[in-house]
Nanobody
Framework: QVQLVESGGGLVQAGGSVRLSCAAS????????MAWFRQAPGKERTFVAA????????YYTDSVKGRFTISRDDAKNTVYLQMNSLKPEDTAVYYC?????????????WGQGTQVTVSS
């Protein structure tokens, strides 16, 4: 099993910043892609940003480009989401996702989610 533990959510005013962290732990796994998704109340979970562990290519949904930055720390098996210029519409539960290779097979894992609330 691989565990994803998120932290860093909270309440912030519009225009402010928050940094989310997601630490992956477990035995004998290799991360290939880690990403952030979010789910606003009454809406489906949607993609926010992703990073390839090898090469570091990053991908963003259009609504966060230029405001959010995804990064990784290889040594800590941790992915971060720096969120700047936050808007009320960024309010959601943010979920960490990992696509990993473990014992010769690929698996997908999700974190428990962390709430980000942006007040206007």
């Amino acid at each position: 099993q691989v565990q994803l533990v998120e932290s860093g959510g909270g309440l912030v005013q519009a225009g402010g910043s928050v940094r989310l962290s997601c630490a992956a732990s477990g035995r004998a796994f290799k991360s290939y892609v880690m990403a952030w998704f979010r789910q606003a109340p009454g809406k489906e979970r949607t993609f926010v940003a992703a990073i390839r562990w090898t090469g570091g290519n990053t991908y963003y949904t259009d609504s966060v480009k230029g405001r959010f930055t995804i990064s990784r720390d290889d040594a800590k098996n941790t992915v971060y989401l720096q969120m700047n210029s936050l808007k009320p519409e960024d309010t959601a539960v943010y979920y960490c996702y990992a696509h990993v290779l473990r014992v010769g097979r690929y698996y997908d894992y999700w974190g428990q989610g962390t709430q980000v609330t942006v007040s206007s």
